[in-house]
């Protein structure tokens, strides 16, 4: 059984940091694509960042210089550091696995990240 679950999401003032890990269980986690996603009230969802088994890195523009995926093979585990939080941050953070050579995706249920004053 594949499960995802995310963690370390709250309120934070606009300008401070967060950071979300994703667990992972049931794959073998270093053969698939990794990736945070997010949703915001009245939107669609929407990439944030992905990271690929051999290291290659794709962020939203809006997140650039800002934001930092990372994952350990080791654990199962990835992270999304967040920096320099704006209020336009707001939004359920998704993580996702998915395998390069499979029709496959997993979701976790997500992790509520607010910044606001």
């Known amino acids: 059984q594949v499960r995802l679950v995310e963690s370390g999401g709250g309120l934070v003032q606009p300008g401070g940091s967060l950071r979300l890990s994703c667990a992972a269980s049931g794959m073998i986690f270093s053969r698939n694509v990794m990736g945070w996603y997010r949703q915001a009230p009245g939107k669609q969802r929407e990439l944030v960042a992905t990271l690929t088994s051999g290291g290659t890195t794709n962020y939203a523009d809006s997140v650039k210089g800002r934001f930092t995926i990372s994952r350990d093979n080791t654990k199962n585990t990835m992270v999304l550091q967040m920096n320099s939080l704006k209020p336009e941050d707001t939004a359920v953070y998704y993580c996702?696995?998915?395998?390069?050579?499979?029709?496959?995706?997993?979701w976790g249920r997500g992790t509520q990240v607010t910044v606001s004053s």
């Open positions: 996702n696995a998915r395998n390069p050579d499979l029709p496959i995706n997993y």
